[in-house]
């Protein structure tokens, strides 16, 4: 069965440090993976996704099939950072979203 | 992109009523979704509403309980039947233009049962 795991309900970084929000995936064909975003009283939206390969507000992901994950990070965490981000996996041909639990990141200053 | 916004925002409900949340997009969508967050929980899609036919349930959904309309291409409802305690959850609604793109939400409905 398809399932995503955020293992960190909270991760607190002070700010300029590195952060690293942890993804994994059980999949057994090739996912579509997401990263959403849900900041203070915001809907949740999308930050990045796997096949575009870019840099949202600094953050990047890359897709490791051999540890079936996808972190993701950025070197220097700013406070408007903090938010709840979900990883979110698709299949190609479908609309089903599988989301991970979450994880809350509080950049303190 | 897609802007949605859903009624009620938020309510509170006795045992045993029904509650219908309503989702409205400001432009034609083909595939519009329920999901569930219950309290420290993931999003769990409740069911794909596609217009003109029958909503699609996942498993351990079930129409009874979840009575879903999709009259048009913009709007959709979705009823909360005979409510318990464990129906106390945030009721999203979001559409998707392509399979394996982008979904866009709604704010979402805040429903407690007491």
């Known amino acids: 069965a398809q399932r995503v795991t955020q293992p960190e309900k909270l991760l607190s970084v002070f700010k300029g440090a590195p952060v690293e929000l942890k993804c994994n995936y059980s999949y057994s064909g090739s996912p579509e993976l997401f990263w959403y975003v849900q900041y203070s009283r915001q809907r949740l939206q999308l930050l990045l996704r796997?096949?575009s390969r870019e840099s949202i507000k600094g953050f990047t992901a890359d897709l490791n099939k051999g540890e079936t994950s996808f972190h993701l990070k950025k070197p220097f965490a700013q406070e408007e950072d903090s938010a709840m981000y979900y990883c979110?996996?698709?299949?190609?041909?479908?609309?089903?979203?599988?989301f991970g639990t979450g994880t809350r990141l509080k950049v303190l200053a | 992109s897609a802007v949605i916004s859903q009624k009620p925002s938020r309510d509170i409900c006795q045992r045993g009523t029904s509650l219908t949340i309503q989702c409205q997009v400001d432009s034609q969508v083909t595939m519009m979704f329920w999901y569930r967050q219950q309290p420290g929980q993931s999003l769990t899609l409740i069911a794909t509403a596609n217009q003109g036919s029958e909503a699609t349930y996942e498993s351990g959904f079930v129409i009874d309980k979840f009575p879903i309309s999709r009259p048009n291409l913009t709007f959709s409802t979705l009823t909360v039947s005979n409510m318990s305690p464990e129906d106390s959850s945030i009721y999203l609604c979001s559409v998707g233009a392509l399979a394996g793109t982008e979904q866009f939400f709604g704010p979402g409905t805040r429903l407690t049962v007491l």
């Open positions: 796997h096949i």
């Open positions: 979110a996996l698709t299949t190609s041909g479908t609309y089903k979203y599988i």
